[in-house]
């Protein structure tokens, strides 16, 4: 592999000749996590600081350093950073923007509140993504999500994007020492000869990992909330046999001048939030050949995974990537997220 560091002005460049372990994450619609440990030199002094880019030039992929830590007894620095979108939590999304093409309407609002970061980071140009973000469905109801503002720039964009199954990465330009902001979705690849099969029999699915999570799990929120020195109820999304339903206790109170419609709707915004914090937890992870990621597949495609022995057969898609290096090699890994809805009926998880 290879590492180019970058102070955050950009005046120099730095390699990367030795380190004791390196751990790199990235996914689909998420902040990844890079943390590397290397010898205290000169050389290591000066290129890990707070603040400066790592640039994994294999895989296309830059962090930026958060945490650096100097530990003089083992004689090592240990450095942490997130993957480059996250600069985007720098700023707030203080400007209103209106979602409906969630392609556009993500780009309009980066673009509304970069606010100096102008210089650094740019949007990719449209491709004409179809998917919409709706505000009439049960996890937008009564509330009105299609307007993105308030909280961190970032953070308020990932559940749009999520919404539509769509990705967002940043590409970095070694040339222009800038990040283009990218909103992508995968390939559907398990059809015809680009089929892509992670199988344990043909050894392409090495180190299966199944993990199924439901403690967390919640479908259905009842929210109590005070007006006027009376007890509010209302029910946040639909009650059924299967319903796991979720009490919250807010506390909101009203703003100055707020009637009692505009309070309610803040309140179940706000249950809203909560509730789809509370989810099934389901993913999957599998070694694979690194020299196969970003030839056969990439990030966000959709593949199959098949094991006869463990009773395994769905189509999910690649959600996330984990490399590894250290003493005892180098490993990549990737996950697979939840199987995807329409091929339930080829889901067999039998235990």
Not at 36 to 42: E, G, K, Y
Not at 113 to 142: C, F, H, M, W
Not at 230 to 238: A, E, F
Not at 324 to 344: M, Q, S
Request: charged share 30%; with cysteine.
């Amino acid at each position: 592999m290879s590492i180019e560091i970058y102070p955050e002005d950009f005046s120099t460049r730095y390699g990367m000749t030795h380190a004791i372990s390196i751990t790199m994450t990235a996914y689909y619609n998420d902040i990844g996590k890079l943390m590397l440990v290397a010898p205290i030199d000169d050389h290591n002094i000066q290129a890990l600081k707070v603040g400066n880019v790592i640039y994994d030039t294999d895989r296309k992929l830059t962090y930026i350093l958060v945490n650096v830590k100097i530990d003089t007894s083992y004689r090592r620095i240990t450095a942490n950073g997130y993957t480059a979108e996250a600069i985007l939590n720098r700023r707030v999304a203080s400007q209103k923007t209106k979602i409906t093409n969630i392609e556009s309407g993500v780009y309009e609002a980066v673009n509304g509140n970069l606010r100096g970061l102008e210089s650094r980071i740019q949007t990719a140009p449209v491709k004409g993504l179809e998917e919409t973000y709706q505000g009439d469905d049960e996890t937008t109801k009564d509330v009105d999500e299609s307007v993105v503002y308030g909280g961190q720039l970032l953070d308020e964009l990932t559940p749009v994007l999520e919404y539509g199954e769509l990705g967002r990465r940043m590409r970095w330009d070694d040339t222009t020492k800038k990040w283009t902001f990218e909103v992508f979705k995968g390939i559907d690849r398990t059809q015809g000869i680009h089929r892509v099969v992670f199988s344990t029999e043909q050894g392409t699915a090495k180190d299966l990992v199944c993990n199924d999570d439901d403690s967390t799990f919640y479908t259905t929120a009842f929210v109590r909330w005070d007006w006027e020195d009376t007890v509010q109820m209302h029910l946040v999304g639909t009650c059924g046999a299967n319903a796991r339903e979720l009490w919250i206790d807010s506390n909101l109170s009203p703003e100055d001048g707020e009637d009692f419609t505009a309070m309610k709707k803040r309140v179940l915004s706000d249950a809203m939030d909560t509730l789809k914090e509370q989810i099934r937890r389901k993913s999957f992870t599998v070694t694979i050949d690194p020299e196969d990621f970003g030839r056969l597949y990439d990030m966000g495609d959709i593949v199959s995974c098949v094991s006869i022995r463990y009773g395994v057969e769905f189509n999910a898609r690649v959600t996330g990537i984990k490399y590894t290096l250290d003493a005892t090699g180098e490993k990549t890994e990737v996950t697979l997220g939840e199987p995807i809805l329409t091929a339930l009926e080829a889901l067999k998880l039998n235990g």
